[in-house]
Nanobody
Framework: QVQLVESGGGLVQAGGSLRLSCAASGRTYAMGWFRQFPGKEREFVAAISRGGINTSYADSVKGRFTISRDNAKSTVNLQMNSLKPEDTAVYYC?????????????????WGQGTQVTVSS
């Protein structure tokens, strides 16, 4: 069983930055970040392979967000720069039991409870 706990969400002005962290207990493989807007399905944001070599990003965040991991500390981070009001959402950390990172929510077996990110204009 894997437990995931996100932290680092909050309120920031447009153009600002936030760093989300996900602490994992138990063995994890590929990890990802998703976000969910009110009334919408969760959408893919970024993912990273088990070894941290391969990463994937949604087009909407490329060049602004960076995913990284520290396997020694069992953490995955999402550095979010140049934030926009449309980035406002609940962000979820997810863990897969594959080594390569899926880009769909169905590819992940474990989920955190989410952290709210609000970007004001």
């Amino acid at each position: 069983q894997v437990q995931l706990v996100e932290s680092g969400g909050g309120l920031v002005q447009a153009g600002g930055s936030l760093r989300l962290s996900c602490a994992a207990s138990g063995r994890t493989y590929a990890m990802g970040w998703f976000r969910q807007f009110p009334g919408k399905e969760r959408e893919f944001v970024a993912a990273i392979s088990r070894g941290g070599i391969n990463t994937s990003y949604a087009d909407s965040v490329k060049g602004r967000f960076t995913i990284s991991r520290d396997n020694a500390k069992s953490t995955v981070n999402l550095q979010m720069n140049s934030l926009k009001p449309e980035d406002t959402a609940v962000y979820y950390c997810a863990a897969a039991v594959t080594t390569q990172p899926p880009v769909s929510a169905g590819g992940y077996s474990y989920w955190g409870q989410g952290t709210q990110v609000t970007v004001s204009s």
